[in-house]
């Protein structure tokens, strides 16, 4: 870390992430500081971005292909990817299965799967029909090898740390929807 960073971060309890890609030089030109709360641990160790990636992942659409905002660096001071593997290993939250990840799949994908199998009578189906012939047609081992995207799910330790941090998800900037 340079000397700029240093000491910006002096009194931070964690020193925030920053990905080697980063303009250092253009930052500090106007640098906005991650917040010295966002890089103060709570329990097991976990920093105020890693509720706000269980946060995400309650949603129930975050997925292995699923692309991190840059606010996971700049503002919360994580870097996500390495951080959702620790959720993962922690048992905060856990990689969902081939079929618990179908409903990250449209119909024609579905379809093309079935159709691998010679399944007829698709265009009549509707997505829960499918859902139910991809269940009777295949193993786990067998779906997992035709598609790579698989789902996130929190598990109840996941869950009880959202409960647990619930101010750490008010202070969160929300979408107007």
Do not use: C
């Amino acid at each position: 870390m340079n000397t700029s960073l240093e000491n910006i971060y002096k009194d931070h309890q964690v020193k925030p992430y920053i990905s080697p890609d980063r303009d250092i030089e253009a930052w500090l030109l106007n640098p906005k500081p991650v917040p010295k709360r966002n890089m103060e641990l709570v329990e097991d160790n976990l920093l105020a971005g890693d509720i706000i990636l269980l946060w995400r992942i309650n949603f129930g659409t975050f997925t292995t292909k699923t692309w991190f905002p840059k606010y996971f660096e700049y503002t919360y001071g994580i870097d996500a990817p390495k951080h959702l593997e620790t959720l993962v290993e922690k048992g905060y939250a856990l990689v969902e299965t081939a079929f618990d990840s179908l409903d990250h799949l449209n119909s024609t994908m579905k379809k093309n799967i079935l159709k691998k199998k010679g399944v007829t009578g698709l265009s009549k189906m509707k997505a829960g029909d499918l859902d139910q012939a991809l269940h009777e047609h295949f193993s786990e081992e067998e779906l997992a090898s035709l598609f790579s995207i698989r789902g996130y799910k929190l598990t109840p330790k996941g869950e009880q740390a959202l409960k647990d941090h619930q101010a750490i998800i008010d202070r969160h900037p929300k979408k107007n929807l």
